[in-house]
């Protein structure tokens, strides 16, 4: 029997706690990845627990619409090509509105502000860090890896990221999600209150320092944490003096270690040894690290889940590793996802449209998907995701009379482009229209090719695939907006220039002061044609006047569209000494060389036609003289038809579509020139009752 | 004070029993999509609670490695491509073994085959089951809903699945996941004990039956419940005697009304209203149906996360719907996926390799990185999927003289298709090495052309992008190997052959009887080149000899490469009147008509060079007769160098594994044919020694 009073109460108070301990239990325990033991080191338990099942508990994701907040280093052409993918990554995933804080240098910087801008994505916005401004911070610590000063730069967020900025997550260039990034923000609520910085254990051996002899890592406790993926607590930080601490730890190992190895994270773990107390140790699942050496499937084979996964090796996609295969896909996933699919609205947020987009939508939804030139219409207003600088590029050195070629072209004139560099040895800005999947085809392809990996004065910009009609003059504009010389030569991909003539426009801006004339000037570079696929390119204009007697070669088009160059008097150019000048006429479509400030193409004629004649007309109504060059020419290559030239062809509607095109641009231009565009619609109108 | 005794003990019991209520509350009472509420209806909240962080807790996964089933009806070429993105969705998220029963018939069985065998997704078991034979069963109900007969094959799923199976997850062909199926598995465990079947609520109106005026729709509870998606208790299901129970509600409601609209839906429903505790009513966002008039944007604008989309309108994707655009690019992401990434092993699970991955596996292991051919044989070796009969196709009529063209082309060549369409009116079989975004981009292509939608006796076949070298051998075997008719024509993509050439076969072949001949023949197809894209095809042979004498063609490579045509011997068939002899000569490599069991092309060449050479070899050692035809030919047009051929000319390294990869074949020749290969082998080093 049971003893009464007090000691009965007692008894039911002990069955209570009993309880509360079973439901505690059933709370938290079930769960090692997130409850009580996610403190556990790598040598234990940290994967999470064999069984899904019985780790049915998640921690609370935060709430709907909640911004989360990222913070990334970002430098050069190549991590910017990372971090696109890393975020693509995160948007696939994420349901929460985003702030990403970037830390770039210029080239970064430019290549990331013109690639949001026109991505367009909802619920993400953008910040910009100068990392010029935050060397003089770190640049006192000498650093051996390969990610140089930029790797040191995560020490100093918390001092440059916004005082109102409570928590970020930051990340290396090189991670991979696969999973929803909300749910490694909801890890802030397992940290206690003296824990400042969440990190994951490092799956290497690398801190233990026995990996070789004299081995001498910075010191860590036990295996070390991995800073490819942090939480910071910011405030936290600011408030333990973060920046006098770390800045201290980093001097007092700097007296008896040469350099750091690893950059910032050298930096964390020595501090981290000094007080263990300010980590809060993550699940192996956040940052699954594939080094050579890696220890982390130990972490995978366990897990039901990866979360993030983080190429740290210099090797980075070719890192060897058994299940290489199987992580490269989760990669290539997002390498090749289609970005535009990310332009996805949070359902149930506040609208948090990008600059532009809602104007944008709204004249999408007001064009009529019966009309029969929907698609023309639908093209034009299309907004193409722009990735400028794709592959590493030295902007050419100033030079009052250097010449960039500007062209365009897509994936299946790729085997254009060797040519191009042997015939043009001067800089090139050239616009890809190509899927991301193509894109990274492209990057294998220039990888693979010694004769375009050598030039680096050779600009690439991806302009991403959207829409059935190529966007002719929208890429021409991309290309054109991103030449750095004073003049360019407006070209077409299919063309083979004369070798000399890069030197010789060169020569003949500056003999004919194209810069300091009283008039503006295109100076005209004849347009040829053969139909053989290989043929011996003539060296001398002499040449090329035997060829083309000998009926090899032929005037572009002179046969299916002789008004397109027949301005250029090309009787009178066999045997012309001097530049001379031609008069407009309709239909001009000649090959120029224009100063870089001269007007942009047309961006409504998109598919096939008229979309250089549009531009030439241009430049005649804004009384640029047109010169032709007497040493100056270039030479088509043949190639089979393109899709919409073969639709132009085939399809009558194609060309009433074409012809509405015409018909606004005329308009536009007698409300920009008044009566003196009346002269290109007399042309114009001429020339339909003709044909 | 407290009483003593006994209500001092019923009083902590009270405690408990708050306390266990609680605690009850904390485990199932918070997350309203699953718990408690689960069984709420559409006006109340089913979409799971507006804050996330309220919604934390999710029912038990189902344990790692369990293997999950899921039973799909697919009849068709168009439900096989829909199954295929349903299955890409499923895939990319699952992380259980899976196990697909498939209901089809003869085509999508045919097609799903191939695919699947080809696919070699590891930890997928797939059973086919025949949707003929199930028919009689169902039959008897009239049904005027868009998928006919297969629309209500779900009913019979308990009857004719294996008895052994206690559950199972139906799918239509139409909904794509955006989760991880085992999320949906899991509910299963919230089923009551009555409880057989999970459905989700009908988000329209149609089940109220006030659409129209005399609008009688089937008996339903409420708005009634959606099919697309099910979780069927089979073992439950037998147990209450279900195929009874359907049959008679079915015969009852028939006597009032003349069909089904909705097909098994109606019948659900009809059960359902009579035995509204078999129902498990599913929270919503695992069935967003996204019909014209749907009411989902109920739950979706609510829901933290949609699970699975709907697309139940014949509209399919291009219903309106103000959010269409979001829906669409969840769908286009498992459209243009690529579908070799989802080849991932499920990380510990037992090894569940499908037939054939394991060899090759180890083959792939043992290939030298660094050797220089190693991209040649990694080439080799790659298992590309395959899709067959992508496009709805006619097999033709059998007859016994009947020529099927067999060709292969990639994206590049597109333009090409509807030019040969006019040029051959007879069957075509066509390999296409395609992305899984270009496949769509193809199909766009052909919908939106009314010269290639008329012609249903085209088969399409997709052969999935892998890989940096042209698998052109391989391409040619599928094609090759779904020719239907007794002949096939071996052209290449880039000729246009005369217009009378099918029909002209087809009497060649009855008048030299190639059918009861002694030795086997293959009848040679004479090659010609223009130079011009636009040029007069000429409509008879005369014609041709006077363009060819104009020099306005060529006899095909006649400058290149005159070993390839010359035994074909053009002089002798500008006289010729019946069809001659010729010999085998080094090189040789004509366009020839065979019987369709013809010796394969060897698959060893990839890229450029060789490979049709090799395969008129092949026909030569065993003996077919050579006979050119004295009025076929076919012209080639012209186009820009590929890029394998752009490599061949520009790499020295390249050739040189073209010329292993000769080497090779002739050993393997050597081994087939013993002495009789010898003059091969001899003829391949006179061919060299003279290079």
């Known amino acids: 029997m049971l003893p009464r009073g007090r000691p009965r109460a007692l008894g039911a108070a002990t069955l209570l706690l009993l309880l509360l301990v079973v439901v505690g239990f059933f709370l938290f325990g079930r769960d090692p990845e997130y409850g009580l033991r996610a403190a556990a080191t790598f040598e234990g338990d940290p994967y999470g627990s064999r069984n899904r099942s019985a780790s049915g508990l998640h921690?609370?994701?935060?709430?709907?619409?909640?911004?989360?907040?990222?913070a990334i280093v970002c430098a050069g052409h190549n991590s910017s090509r990372e971090v696109i993918t890393l975020v693509k990554s995160v948007l696939f995933y994420r349901k929460n509105p985003l702030h990403l804080h970037l830390v770039t240098d210029a080239v970064a910087r430019n290549i990331l502000e013109t690639l949001f801008r026109t991505w367009m994505v909802p619920a993400v916005v953008i910040r910009f860090y100068d990392a010029e401004e935050l060397k003089p911070l770190i640049s006192w610590i000498p650093n051996t890896h390969y990610s140089g000063l930029y790797g040191l730069m995560k020490l100093v967020l918390p001092s440059i990221l916004p005082l109102s900025l409570a928590r970020v997550i930051v990340l290396d260039t090189d991670v991979t999600f696969s999973s929803d990034i909300a749910e490694l923000w909801a890890l802030?609520?397992?940290?206690?209150?003296?824990?400042?910085?969440?990190?994951?254990?490092?799956?290497?051996?690398?801190?233990?320092g026995n990996l070789w002899k004299n081995h001498r890592p910075w010191p860590a406790l036990g295996r070390g944490f991995n800073t490819g993926v942090i939480l910071l607590w910011l405030d936290r930080l600011r408030q333990t003096g973060w920046e006098q601490m770390w800045t201290l730890m980093a001097k007092r190992e700097l007296l008896t270690l040469t350099a750091t190895s690893l950059a910032d994270q050298d930096v964390f773990n020595a501090v981290i040894k000094e007080h263990p107390e300010l980590v809060h140790p993550l699940p192996c699942v956040w940052n699954?690290?594939?080094?050579?050496?890696?220890?982390?499937?130990?972490?995978?084979?366990?897990?039901?889940?990866?979360?993030?996964?983080?190429?740290?090796?210099?090797?980075?996609?070719?890192?060897?590793?058994?299940?290489?295969?199987?992580?490269?896909?989760?990669?290539?996933?997002?390498?090749?996802?289609?970005?535009?699919?990310?332009?996805?609205?949070?359902f149930g947020c506040p609208n948090q449209l990008p600059p532009g987009a809602e104007q944008l939508q709204q004249a999408l939804a007001q064009l009529d998907e019966e009309e029969p030139c929907f698609e023309f219409w639908q093209q034009q207003l299309t907004?193409?995701?722009?990735?400028?600088?794709?592959?590493?590029h030295q902007p050419p050195p100033p030079r009052p009379h250097d010449v960039t070629l500007v062209a365009q072209l897509s994936m299946d004139r790729l085997q254009m482009?060797?040519?191009?560099?042997?015939h043009w040895s001067g800089p090139m800005s050239l616009a890809l229209y190509l899927t991301d999947a193509e894109a990274q085809q492209f990057l294998h392809f220039v990888e693979t090719s010694p004769v375009l990996s050598a030039r680096k004065d050779v600009a690439y910009h991806i302009v991403y695939r959207d829409g059935p009609l190529y966007p002719v003059n929208q890429l021409r504009n991309v290309a054109l907006a991103q030449a750095l010389t004073p003049y360019v030569f407006l070209s077409d991909i299919d063309f083979l220039p004369?070798?000399?003539l890069y030197d010789y426009l060169r020569a003949s801006i500056e003999q004919l002061e194209l810069g300091s004339r009283p008039r503006k000037a295109a100076l005209v570079v004849p347009a040829f044609e053969t139909?053989?696929?290989?043929?011996?390119?003539?060296?001398?204009?002499?040449?090329?006047?035997?060829?083309?007697?000998?009926?090899?070669?032929?005037?572009?088009?002179?046969h299916e569209w002789p008004q397109g160059h027949a301005p250029t008097a090309y009787a009178h150019w066999r045997e012309a000494q001097a530049?001379?000048?031609?008069?407009?006429?309709?239909?001009?479509?000649?090959?120029?060389?224009?100063?870089?400030d001269c007007p942009r193409y047309d961006p409504r004629f998109v598919g096939f036609g008229w979309n250089k004649v549009a531009h030439i007309i241009e430049l005649d109504a804004q009384e640029y003289e047109l010169l032709v060059l007497p040493e100056a020419f270039s030479i088509h290559l043949p190639h089979a038809p393109s899709l919409d030239i073969s639709r132009f062809r085939s399809s009558p509607a194609y060309r009433d579509c074409l012809q509405a095109l015409k018909e606004e641009f005329h308009q536009d231009l007698s409300r920009r020139y008044g009566a003196a565009a009346l002269k290109y619609l007399t042309a114009l109108q001429q020339s339909q009752s003709r044909a």
Do not use: M
């Open 188 to 208: 802030f609520a397992h940290f206690s209150d003296k824990q400042v910085v969440g990190l994951v254990e490092n799956q290497s051996d690398w801190y233990l």
């Open 383 to 392: 907004v193409h995701r722009v990735h400028i600088t794709f592959l590493p």
């Open 531 to 558: 139909l053989h696929y290989r043929f011996s390119f003539p060296n001398s204009k002499a040449e090329l006047l035997t060829l083309l007697d000998a009926g090899s070669l032929h005037i572009f088009r002179y």
């Open 59 to 70: 921690p609370p994701l935060p709430p709907k619409c909640e911004l989360l907040h990222v």
């Open 579 to 596: 530049p001379y000048q031609v008069q407009w006429a309709a239909d001009y479509e000649p090959y120029v060389v224009v100063p870089r």
């Open 288 to 346: 699954v690290q594939l080094s050579d050496h890696t220890l982390a499937e130990r972490c995978y084979l366990e897990a039901a889940d990866l979360k993030v996964i983080h190429w740290n090796s210099p090797k980075k996609l070719r890192v060897k590793n058994k299940h290489a295969e199987f992580f490269r896909n989760l990669h290539l996933t997002f390498l090749g996802y289609d970005g535009k699919l990310l332009r996805r609205e949070l």
């Open 498 to 500: 004369a070798y000399s």
């Open 417 to 422: 482009l060797e040519a191009l560099c042997r």
